[in-house]
């Protein structure tokens, strides 16, 4: 009996260690502003309110792109994360509140269960925004160092943005660094990669190292006599593509690979910067391809119903708004007023874009629905 009582305790006690460890909190001070409209007060602080919560489940993820940047109208993230975010915000407590003329400002402490404030920027992430850090090893005049914007990286990001990808390149923004990056590589480590993609919002991450060697030096004998006359450097990328599978949550290795390049010139230095302008010039088709293939396979199918649609001439004026969005690759008309859209985004990004055109408004929203009136 005694037993049975000691085996249930320690049981109650296992399971209330372990769902406080699921649930741990951070608290956090945050700000909020809204525009107060008809002199409405309380609606203003309601929004900064709601504002100032998103601003500390953010603060709290460590993200470096903040959700209002990815879209502009904070009343479609709000409705958005409300079912995302709810349970996150544990408990708030306003700390101050300042009423202009035409706003109010507001100051919390917000604490905040942290895993599921990352599941609920997550949700926020664009499927075509990469992330992308490939730091080189480069010789220099005073020994070898790491540079985390280079030739490489600069040519993919150019290459990737002529294809109206939203490009984040990591490096300036001190997030990460090289180290840290080839300590990933050989550990095959998941928890560095979904930190990335949870700070800059993205589900898509190319991430790689470079390094060098010289494969012959100038002046060194190569025979019958003869001496090098510059000197030979040869570069290797080592380096993945990972994304988020959007149907089950998991991370993903698109592709994997090695590529090399070799480079002549009088200096070591020189020789290095022309190899990795071929290397680059190399990989680059690659990951292109690889890249479509991904935003192809989650491009998905939005059915957009407008009501104000009742004429033939208003059905083209409507879609040829549709068709000019940016990211939609598609624009079926169903029936009068009702449309489906291709789109390889979060909906809320596509009804945001949609309202932005100035003639419509949002009704409501789903992941594959939309429905909105049109304003002639």
């Known amino acids: 009996m005694k037993n049975n009582i000691l085996f249930l305790l320690l049981t109650i006690l296992v399971l209330?260690?372990?769902?406080?460890?699921?649930?741990?909190?951070?608290?956090v001070n945050s700000e909020?502003?809204?525009?107060?409209?008809?002199?409405?007060?309380?609606?203003?602080?309601?929004?900064?309110?709601?504002r100032a919560k998103w601003a500390a489940i953010?603060?709290?993820?460590?993200?470096e792109i903040k959700a209002q940047s990815l879209v502009q109208n904070f009343t479609l993230v709000d409705d958005a994360v409300?079912?995302?975010?709810?349970?996150?915000?544990?408990?708030?407590?306003?700390?101050n509140q300042i009423n202009t003329a035409d706003s109010v400002q507001v100051k919390i402490n917000a604490c905040i269960e942290q895993s599921g404030a990352k599941e609920a920027v997550s949700q926020l992430a664009l499927n075509n925004s990469i992330a992308l850090f490939i730091p080189a090893r480069k010789p220099g005049r005073e020994g070898d160092e790491?540079?985390?914007?280079?030739?490489?990286?600069?040519?993919?990001?150019g290459k990737l943005t002529e294809q109206k990808y939203t490009v984040v390149d990591v490096a300036p923004t001190h997030a990460i660094d090289a180290a840290t990056i080839e300590k990933a590589m050989r550990s095959g480590s998941t928890l560095t990669v979904r930190s990335m993609m949870y700070k800059f919002l993205s589900n898509l991450l190319i991430i790689g190292k470079v390094d060098y060697t010289i494969s012959t030096k100038k002046g060194e004998n190569?025979?019958?006599?003869?001496?090098?006359?510059?000197?030979?450097?040869?570069?290797?990328?080592?380096?993945?593509?990972?994304?988020?599978?959007?149907?089950?949550?998991?991370?993903?290795?698109?592709?994997?690979?090695?590529?090399q390049a070799k480079g002549i010139a009088n200096s070591v230095e020189d020789a290095a910067a022309e190899a990795m302008k071929e290397l680059a010039l190399n990989l680059t088709p690659t990951l292109l391809d690889k890249?479509?293939?991904?935003?192809?396979?989650?491009?998905?199918?939005v059915t957009v119903k407008i009501s104000g649609v009742d004429d033939v001439d208003t059905t083209l004026e409507v879609k040829a708004i549709l068709q000019n969005i940016v990211w939609v690759s598609e624009v079926e008309e169903k029936e009068m007023g009702e449309f489906i859209i291709s789109y390889p985004e979060n909906t809320l990004y596509l009804a945001n874009s949609i309202q932005q055109k100035g003639n419509f408004k949002v009704v409501n929203f789903s992941?594959?629905?939309?429905?909105?009136e049109y304003q002639k």
């Open 58 to 63: 953010e603060q709290v993820v460590g993200t």
């Open 367 to 372: 992941p594959y629905a939309l429905t909105l």
């Open 32 to 50: 909020g502003e809204a525009a107060i409209v008809n002199k409405d007060i309380p609606s203003a602080k309601l929004e900064a309110i709601a």
């Open 146 to 157: 790491f540079e985390e914007t280079n030739i490489l990286s600069e040519t993919i990001i």
């Open 291 to 301: 890249v479509s293939q991904y935003i192809e396979g989650n491009t998905k199918k």
């Open 82 to 95: 409300k079912t995302k975010a709810k349970g996150v915000v544990k408990s708030y407590t306003v700390k």
């Open 16 to 27: 209330g260690l372990a769902t406080e460890a699921a649930g741990q909190q951070k608290c």
């Open 222 to 259: 190569i025979g019958y006599g003869l001496s090098m006359p510059f000197n030979n450097v040869t570069v290797r990328l080592s380096y993945r593509i990972i994304a988020k599978n959007n149907k089950t949550g998991n991370m993903e290795i698109l592709t994997a690979g090695t590529e």
